[in-house]
Structures are given as structure tokens and as C-alpha cells.
């Protein structure tokens, strides 16, 4: 059973830094990987979404790295600011395709 | 606008009384899914459909139906709601396979 975890579950930091949040999963056998925000009492809004053939995706301030073979990605927030603060969230889509596996997030603090 | 709408947004139930959150999505997605999120469990997968008339069970089954008769709609039916089903819900929708996992606002469910 595919389990996705992610360091550190919490994360506080002063603006401007620059900062990795890092996923792990334990099947490689996935077709792709998604990174999503989720503000307090809100939804999943998407940030990034990396097919299992590609190495990274950029999204302005955001990168996303997947290295499929060890089971890891990284999502990488340049220049942080104050509103990045939010959980975030990845998410690894097995190759059935009939669902989406969450880690649990890391809670990102970026204080002015 | 591309979205995923859910309703009820906030819901406070008592024990043993049948309720229906919906989901309705505007892009024509053929998979659609249900996931519950509980702190220190994450979001966890209730139910999927592959297309209309097409449904199974994720991971968390038990005490939930859907039905899915229109592909836009995926409603979730709790037929006898228990306090163990106090969440947050949350709806997603996607075309098969590869691409991008849609979310709705999600619905907090309080049965007590």
C-alpha cells in the first residue's frame, strides 16, 4: 500500500528565505505527483502537478523536483513571503489511476 | 469558471439523521472521488467513479454511499451519520489518469 510522507510537518521561517519542503512515497509505480495549498478551513487549491516521465515543473516562485526511482520530491519556494503561509500538501496518483494518496503536509509559517 | 461546488459548506447533524452533501463539477471530468480529512490522519478516500454508473469503494467505505447518474454530479449519502463521521469532506474531480485533481471548497460536517 503506497504511503507518502512529508518533512517537517511544520515549518516557520522569516520572509525572504528561500526553502524546500520534501515528500517522500514508497511505490514508485505512480503516474504522476501533485502539490497542493490548503489554507486554513479552505480547500486544495493545485500548485503543481509533475508527470511520473518528467524530473521537475516550475510555477513562478515554485519548483517541484520528482525523482521517481527513490520516491522522493521537493517542492522549492523561492523568495518566500508572508502569504505562503498554508499547509501544503503532496499527493501521489497510482498507475490505476483510481486514487490520489496524501501525505499529511508540512504547515509553513513565513513571518514578516 | 472551472470548478468543483459543493454544498452543503458547513453542516451540524444529529445522530441517525440521512443527510447529502453534493458535487457538481463544470469540466466534463469522467473520474470523480470523495475524501475525508481528520487531523493526524490526513485526506483519505472515501469513494470514487470512474464515469456514470460506475462507482467502488476507496479506502474508508463504511457508513457512506454515492451514486453517480449524471457525470457532472457525485453526490455523497450518509444514510445513519455517527459522530465518528465528523470531518472535513472534501470533493475532486479529474479526467482519467494523468491529469490534474480538482477540489472543491469542502463541506465540515459536525454530527452530534
Known amino acids: 500500500k503506497q504511503e507518502v510522507t512529508q518533512i517537517p510537518a511544520a515549518l516557520s521561517v522569516p520572509e525572504g528565505e528561500n526553502l524546500v519542503l520534501n515528500c517522500s512515497f514508497t511505490d514508485s509505480a505512480i503516474y504522476n505527483l501533485q502539490w497542493f495549498r490548503q489554507d486554513p478551513g479552505k480547500g486544495l487549491t493545485s500548485l503543481l502537478l509533475?508527470?511520473?516521465?518528467?524530473r521537475e515543473q516550475t510555477s513562478g516562485r515554485l519548483n517541484a523536483s520528482l525523482d521517481k526511482s527513490s520516491g522522493r520530491s521537493t517542492l522549492y519556494i523561492a523568495a518566500s513571503q508572508p502569504g505562503d503561509s498554508a499547509t501544503y500538501l503532496c499527493?501521489?496518483?497510482?498507475?490505476?489511476?483510481?486514487?490520489?494518496?496524501f501525505g499529511e503536509g508540512t504547515q509553513l509559517t513565513v513571518n514578516p | 469558471e472551472a470548478q468543483v461546488t459543493q454544498n452543503p459548506r458547513y453542516l451540524i447533524t444529529v445522530t441517525g439523521k440521512k443527510l447529502t452533501v453534493t458535487c457538481s463539477q463544470n469540466?466534463?471530468?469522467?473520474?470523480m472521488s470523495w475524501y475525508r480529512q481528520d487531523p493526524g490522519l490526513g485526506l483519505r478516500q472515501i469513494y470514487y467513479?470512474?464515469?456514470?454508473?460506475?462507482?467502488d469503494k476507496g479506502d474508508v467505505p463504511e457508513g457512506y454511499k454515492v451514486s453517480r447518474k449524471e457525470k457532472r454530479n457525485f453526490p455523497l449519502i450518509l444514510e445513519s451519520p455517527s459522530p465518528n463521521q465528523t470531518s472535513l469532506y472534501f470533493c475532486?474531480?479529474?479526467?482519467?489518469?494523468?491529469?490534474?485533481?480538482?477540489f472543491g471548497q469542502g463541506t465540515r460536517l459536525t454530527v452530534v
Open positions: 467513479s470512474m464515469n456514470v454508473e460506475v462507482t
Open positions: 499527493a501521489v496518483r497510482e498507475t490505476s489511476g483510481s486514487r490520489l494518496t
Open positions: 475532486a474531480s479529474s479526467f482519467w489518469g494523468v491529469t490534474e485533481a480538482f
Open positions: 469540466m466534463n471530468h469522467e473520474y
Open positions: 509533475i508527470q511520473s516521465s518528467q
